[in-house]
């Protein structure tokens, strides 16, 4: 794995250059050079909502993909949005030629393997988003890529064509069998590490599909590289709202960062059952 | 604008400072994460996240819930531990040219001595004693909530802490009377008083139907408190017309800032509006600045508790400024 | 929503409601106005201003300033006195059908018993004993910032009420524990509790470069108190897990409604929201009733306190529900 | 004096039919028939402000003008707005089409002359806009009128187009000479009366004009109709926010809401110099 010094975050003005609805969806290209300079994948962008004068104090965090760094959209980043509350609400009321107030790229991306190795990329949701240009990474490494994508339904199914486009074939999944095979993105995984001889997996999702995607991996002793989805109110690791009980690399658990020293972390070092609690054997647990 | 310079210099007791803008504890980690997005030495200070002797780990999450102009927290101090602090944070302040505030925090008197202590020869411009968080020794109840132990705290500290470092007492909103605790911390030693820390409040999570936040409670911080903020600092520096002041409740704006200025406050802090935009505290020196210009304020000192003032008092104070004021 | 109905009546101690959405003291003046918005008859009630035995001017203007999500206001409890207040604004809630609750407020015990007494006969459903206000005889403080005062104002009210109109305490939040205090009335007879009133706040005109408020400081209601109102809410119903409770602060749609039920409170009150929108009190019973049908609630009174229960506790209640919960 | 049994207030949504920009101002037209109903000249609309998730809870009054109960703009009120903080500032950014959540008419209108009488109107900056439409009512009366505009400067004067064209003459005045006269609008108010033989003075704009204009009109023993602008939280009479000190028929001076007993008053009975005060022999003063 590489570990690359990055240009940090900015703080930019960003003209909407589309909108585009895609299902439940709707994607965002932004005129953002300063962010799109940075960009690896697996890293966000914490956008302002609700303009002057809101009672809307915090950003809310998007996963970028499809960041044109140089080329026709030169300068672009793109992400999606999936209408939450009021924030994303009045972001899906933006139009185009409207300016949005970005920080980013934020956060560690995807690690990449130093030489070529097959890897399974498992998207849920609009977590398939950042899985894209790690794709498009992967194969220009010369790296073997499947995808498995999936949701709940049909219509929050996201990315399945441009995954098709880049890998060249996609696996689809959905709970209720709208679309794809019926059932969850875990249930094709294992034949698609053991198909491709895959030596790691990458997966972004909800929090109860990570860890299915990590247990998984685990049972075929390789790595899951999973980008989280926590709370933040500042995004930039000044205020230690969005922290996970991870175990670092000699066995010491401790309450980490998800928006600097994460999204993105290796499954087996995220204490998933302990997700909401203090275990007693925290680093600094004793502390408090 | 086009306005005359204003000196906007001040001092917090012997820390003086070139302008009156500081981080606030807590939001802005230890001023690193803060340095991609401007230098951190331009600021009046860094105020550090308050540390304690051990590593922490803190609260169990969601640690924070977004409230109308405001947000609730309940991170529960975690931080490394004061050894890991001085080796690490404070270290890379020092040589980032940074004025440093350090706040400490302890579960009683005697962890605050240890901590004023074990900082005694560290490099820093002023201790802010965090005594709004809980007392174990006292059933839990916080610090700055009584009086009585407020006192032993501040005055503890002042006798171990390097007598060259101000002490700041850092005080709750949530008390009866806050003038009077103000009082009591003064007589204790304090040098000046910090104020104020957040509101405590709640949220109910409308999907699991239980409180919001992992600790229950949280701390209300943000725009929403700024009244509440502005009527303590006015309310203290009655109270203790001679202790300097560190304001801060919701500044957003320079506007905001002059505000606490002309309450009472000799300078401020900018918490919650950093997770908004990581540049506010830098550009509200600028605003600020400008601001006192266009009303005629040759210094930000000459600001500081103008409010308190009559009218012909401040109408006396322009009539005898040589610049013509702008906009007035 | 084509969710099924649900039992929305509540009670405030012997006060029987329909549905739990009553106007707030001061935010309704005495209904009248509200009638060409809707029929105040249908709300759960309307709080009339505090009332006091003479007229009364209130203090000088400006009486408001916008603050983030808030206001704050120094009316000063401006008012016809109780006579005037009897004649007019009583008699016209009454031929209206509106169920009413009376706030009342005294410079001393003296004028609290005088008011219970000459409301004694008057046809209402509850008296609100408003004691946030200041007491003369003690330089000035808030009755309800010391339980000793507020305790004999409350003891003494309900000697001197008619016993079967229940009475409830207004409680400010501007006190270092609300539990305390809440104890202190409810020992001292107070049927209920209502909370919370406004927070004490300053705003500095930047225009005047003096408090934006003629009275100085003021009262600061709207969302921006709401998690500190919900905060107060869950404290008291822990301490006096028996009284019913009276919520209010910031609530602007049935969802702020179900946080403040959830948290403990019978029924709920609707200021500053008014200002905003008139017909706020009467959409939010719809959209509470809605919100509660929602989660599998068959009746609001299963709701009131339900976050104080554990997940287990909570998912025994749903299993037990026969109604199918819709959305959960 | 007529004192017509008013339709009450109502609450609806308004569509932006046009806006327009005149000199500083910015005139609004929007479809409100349940507004324009009940309209009488005086009265005005509070109008909600920042959209959902705003930090700006009060509504914004805006006296009315150009209402059009039937005819062409069927259904339509008339406004004029002037820059001054967040409120104001995001109405000067919505667009045609756009819709607002408006609370009127409300408020005490003019009172009119039972039989026609030569009146004089006075307005200062966009106080001009009730004046318009009173002057209308005046003249269908028969009454005679004379109006005279004022304004710090000339791109602050409002209505002096719409005053010709109703009246046929107007006199301006500007503190600084940019247009009309130099000086206030109280300077040409004597001859005015004078030369009309006026019963009556009517008047809106800043509180120190309609002092000045009503010291002129006591000064020739008529009375002055002047609309006045408090600081409103609530606009319909149940906060109290918004009182000045008002004497009586029988010399009891009190704490009169401006919203609902007023905007308009009769200016000999407001106590000018103790606006901000509470004067000792004001009714209740010895209750506080
Ligand atoms: C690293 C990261 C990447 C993300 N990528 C995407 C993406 O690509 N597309 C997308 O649609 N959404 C994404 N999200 C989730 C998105 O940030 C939330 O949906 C959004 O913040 C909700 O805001 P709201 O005002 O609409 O909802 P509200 O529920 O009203 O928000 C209230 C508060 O809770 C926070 N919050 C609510 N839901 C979430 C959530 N799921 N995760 C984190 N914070 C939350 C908000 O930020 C806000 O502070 C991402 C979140 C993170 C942390
Ligand atoms: C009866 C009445 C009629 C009015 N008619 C007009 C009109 O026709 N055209 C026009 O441009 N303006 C008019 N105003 C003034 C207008 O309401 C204010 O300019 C506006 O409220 C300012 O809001 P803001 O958010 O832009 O300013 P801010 O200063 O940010 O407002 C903050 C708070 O103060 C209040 N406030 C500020 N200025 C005034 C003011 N001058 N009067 C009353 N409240 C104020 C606001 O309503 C708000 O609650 C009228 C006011 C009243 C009371
Ligand atoms: C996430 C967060 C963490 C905080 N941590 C601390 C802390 O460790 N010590 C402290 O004294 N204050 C702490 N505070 C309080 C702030 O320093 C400040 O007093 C308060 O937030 C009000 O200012 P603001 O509205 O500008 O944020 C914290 C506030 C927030 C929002
Ligand atoms: C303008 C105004 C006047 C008020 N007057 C009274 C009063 O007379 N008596 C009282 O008990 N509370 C009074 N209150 C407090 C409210 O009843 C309520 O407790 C508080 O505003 C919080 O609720 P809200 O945020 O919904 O407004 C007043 C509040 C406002 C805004
Ligand atoms: S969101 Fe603030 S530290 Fe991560
Ligand atoms: S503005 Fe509320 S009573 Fe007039």
Not at chain 1, 92 to 108: A, K, M
Not at chain 1, 183 to 199: N, Q
Not at chain 2, 157 to 179: E, H, M, Q, S, Y
């Amino acid at each position: 794995m590489t570990s690359d010094v990055l240009p940090g975050p900015v703080q930019e003005t960003g003209e909407i250059f589309d909108v585009t609805r895609l299902g439940e969806y709707t994607q965002f290209t932004v005129v953002a050079p300063g962010v799109a300079r940075g960009f690896k994948p697996g890293q966000f962008v914490a956008i302002a909502v609700g303009g002057r004068d809101t009672s809307m104090l915090l950003r809310r965090s998007f996963a970028l993909y499809g960041v044109q760094p140089g080329a026709e959209f030169a300068g672009t980043i793109q992400f999606v949005v999936a209408a939450k509350g009021g924030g994303t609400e009045w972001l899906l009321r933006r139009q185009i030629g409207d300016t949005l107030d970005l920080v980013g790229p934020l956060g560690v991306p995807f690690p990449l393997p130093r030489a070529s190795v097959p890897a399974v990329l498992v998207g849920g949701g609009y977590g398939t988003a950042p899985l894209l240009p790690l794709a498009q990474v992967l194969l220009a490494q010369g790296s073997d890529v499947e995808m498995i994508v999936g949701a709940a339904t049909a219509s929050r199914l996201f990315g399945e064509m441009q995954a098709k486009r880049i890998i060249g074939k996609v696996t689809v999944t959905t709970d209720d069998g709208t679309a794809g095979q019926r059932g969850w993105v875990t249930d094709p995984l294992p034949s698609a590490i053991e198909r491709l001889g895959a030596e790691i997996v990458y997966a972004c999702g909800p929090m109860g599909m990570l860890r299915a995607v990590g247990e998984v991996a685990g049972a075929h002793a390789i790595p899951a590289q999973v980008a989280v989805e926590e709370s933040m109110a500042c995004g930039i690791g000044v205020c230690m709202t969005c922290v996970l009980p991870v175990r670092d690399g000699d066995g010491v658990s401790r309450f980490v960062r998800s928006c600097v020293e994460g999204p993105v972390f290796d499954a087996g070092r995220i204490r998933w059952a302990d997700v909401g609690t203090v275990p007693a054997d925290l680093f600094g647990a004793d502390g408090n | 604008m086009g306005t005359p310079t204003v000196d906007i210099s001040t001092s917090l007791a012997s820390f003086e400072l070139p302008n009156p803008v500081l981080t606030a504890s807590g939001c802005a980690a230890a001023g690193r994460e803060l340095s991609p997005f401007f230098d951190v030495a331009e600021l009046g200070g860094i105020v550090t996240k308050s540390i304690m002797m051990k590593p922490r780990s803190g609260r169990s999450t969601p640690r924070m819930a977004e409230t109308p102009s405001g947000m609730l927290n309940s991170i529960g101090l975690q931080g490394p531990g004061v050894d890991s602090f001085i080796e690490h944070d404070l270290k890379w302040l020092h040589e980032s040219g940074a004025r440093t505030v350090v706040s400490i925090a302890g579960h009683n008197t005697d962890e605050f001595v240890a901590l004023a202590r074990r900082l005694y020869d560290q490099p820093m411009d002023l201790l802010e004693v965090n005594i709004s968080c809980p007392n174990v020794e006292n059933r839990g109840q916080v610090f700055a909530c009584d009086a009585i132990a407020a006192t032993r705290v501040i005055s503890a500290v002042r006798r171990a802490a390097n007598p060259n470092v101000p002490i700041f007492a850092k005080l709750t909103p949530d008390v009866t009377d806050i003038g009077y605790i103000a009082r009591a911390v003064a007589e204790a030693g304090a040098d000046g008083i910090s104020l104020i820390n957040t509101l405590l409040g709640l949220v109910i999570d409308l999907d699991t139907l239980r409180p919001a936040l992992g600790g229950v409670t949280g701390g209300l911080s943000g725009p929403a408190i700024r009244p509440v903020a502005l009527r303590c600092v006015w309310q203290v520096h009655q109270a203790v017309p001679h202790l300097p002041l560190l304001g801060m409740g919701g500044i957003k704006t320079g506007k905001d800032a002059l505000q606490f200025i002309l309450a009472g406050a000799s300078a401020v802090s900018v918490g919650t509006a950093v997770f908004h935009d990581p540049t506010a505290p830098i550009r509200i020196i600028a605003e600020l600045s400008d601001e006192l210009a266009a009303r005629g304020f040759s210094s930000l000192r000459d600001a500081i508790g103008f409010a308190h003032l009559s009218s012909e008092q401040q109408a006396a104070y322009f009539a005898a400024q040589t610049a013509v004021p702008v906009g007035r």
